[in-house]
């Protein structure tokens, strides 16, 4: 049975799955209950002056017969007093000292103000903090979560403010509502940041009753923007992570958040360099035992592969994730389409007809059967038959060998710059 312990900045837990801070984390009852289930560690519902809330103020994305494909939130922080929550996380420490909790805070971008809650919270014993840049509602129109999140300054100035007094480990948990999401993880290490965090929720309204014509949710019929997590946002969010871990300027632990549903996304935040996941949609949609599937999904994975330890696999896919300029041009793949196992729906006809390369004719056999067929000098590899088949192994991406070095787009521009450097300018 293979090592699940890992160690954020300093942080250790029994496995890579955390909690997120969220409704799960509510209380000391929910964050034991989790423990009890096996979560590794929790996130607290982050912390700070109380507030109030609002109802309804949850809403959900379905499709295609899946229930919660994304969902959509405009709660905001804690509504409970900060002393309530510091007795709990004493309780729940007390009880389960080898389990990680962290602290989640917010308060207004005022040195005094993060001074004070620092020094209250780690007073009662929490593994970590971690610094809430992202929430994109309510919080934000009083100049917190996004709003300090979205201005690298910000984020670097009250990150130092944190760390002046701080004596564990401070993940700085980032927005995912800016351009670039680096700018902002540099801005937290130059702050002193010992992990980031990402991705906090994404701004999003989940839809309009078209018969009352209410937002969802709606507050005694009026709405606003919140935020959006689950399945939906995972690879917007792999992406950050990924984007983050390639940064050489950007060289701490990352704690990746963002639609983990199951042990397989954990370990595709993992390799994409993530040295643990945060998981919040699932849990409420599923309840806390699902981390159970999770913990035993990812022993087996890594028996499986010979890895002894979950931290072996940690950013092994980041060397694979480049730009664009730097993909080889002769690189070609084509579709095949296996008539045995091919049910004639035509939907890969009907998609490559209208809306890509007409690469695929209808024939027919010498039975008199129909069948499909690609002219594989005219595919160019670009998956979406394979993407729409409803069948599996009806349709395979086969590499076709070009016989051409690797060329990627960067190469062949310095290349032609090169060569037009190299002619005179006279003989032209």
């Not at 997120?20 to 000391?28: I, K, L, Q, V």
């Not at 592969?305 to 002769?330: E, H, P, Q, T």
């Amino acid at each position: 049975m293979a090592d699940l312990r890992i160690n954020l900045a300093g942080i250790e837990s029994p496995n890579p799955f955390w909690l997120a801070s969220a409704p799960p984390t509510n209380s000391g009852y929910q964050v034991q209950r989790a423990f009890e289930a096996g979560w590794g560690g929790a996130v607290w519902k982050t912390l700070g002056d109380p507030i109030l809330n609002v109802s309804s103020r949850f809403a959900a994305v379905s499709f295609n017969g899946q229930k919660v494909a994304g969902f959509n939130n405009i709660e905001l922080i804690t509504d409970r007093p900060l002393e309530v929550n510091l007795k709990e996380i004493y309780e729940t420490k007390k009880k389960f000292p080898n389990h990680a909790i962290i602290a989640s805070l917010m308060v207004e971008p005022k040195q005094e103000k993060w001074h004070e809650i620092v020094k209250k919270v780690e007073a009662i014993g929490v593994d970590g903090l971690e610094l809430n840049f992202g929430c994109p509602h309510g919080m934000a129109e009083r100049g917190m979560g996004a709003a300090s999140g979205q201005v690298p300054e910000l984020v670097e100035k009250q990150t130092y403010w944190v760390k002046e007094v701080a004596k564990t480990p401070v993940i700085v948990k980032l927005t995912p509502n800016i351009t670039d999401i680096t700018v902002t993880a540099e801005a937290a290490v130059n702050g002193g940041a010992d992990a980031i965090s990402m991705i906090n929720t994404i701004n999003s309204l989940a839809g309009v009753d078209i018969h009352s014509w209410d937002t969802i949710p709606h507050v005694g019929g009026k709405g606003a923007h919140g935020g959006y997590c689950g399945p939906a946002v995972k690879p917007i969010a792999l992406h950050m992570v990924g984007d983050c871990a390639r940064n050489p300027r950007i060289n701490i632990p990352i704690s990746g958040i963002g639609g983990i549903s199951n042990w397989q996304n954990a370990v595709e935040y993992m390799l994409m360099g993530a040295t643990g996941v945060q998981v919040c949609t699932a849990a409420m949609h599923h309840g806390f035992r699902i981390v159970e599937d999770m913990i035993d999904g990812l022993n087996n994975y890594l028996d499986e592969k010979g890895i002894a330890s979950a931290m072996d696999i940690v950013g092994k896919s980041v060397r694979k994730y480049s730009d664009w300029g730097d993909l080889d041009l002769n690189y070609k793949i084509v579709a095949q389409i296996n008539n045995d196992v091919c049910i004639n729906c035509n939907k890969c006809h009907i998609a490559c007809e209208d809306t890509s390369h007409q690469c695929i004719d209808m024939l027919m056999d010498e039975h008199g059967n129909n069948i499909l067929r690609v002219r594989e000098e005219d595919c160019v590899g670009c998956n979406l038959c394979s993407i729409v088949c409803p069948v599996d192994g009806a349709i395979d991406m086969v590499e076709m060998p070009s016989g051409l070095p690797v060329m990627t787009w960067n190469e062949r521009q310095a290349a032609l710059g090169a060569v037009s450097c190299s002619v005179d300018p006279i003989s032209k």
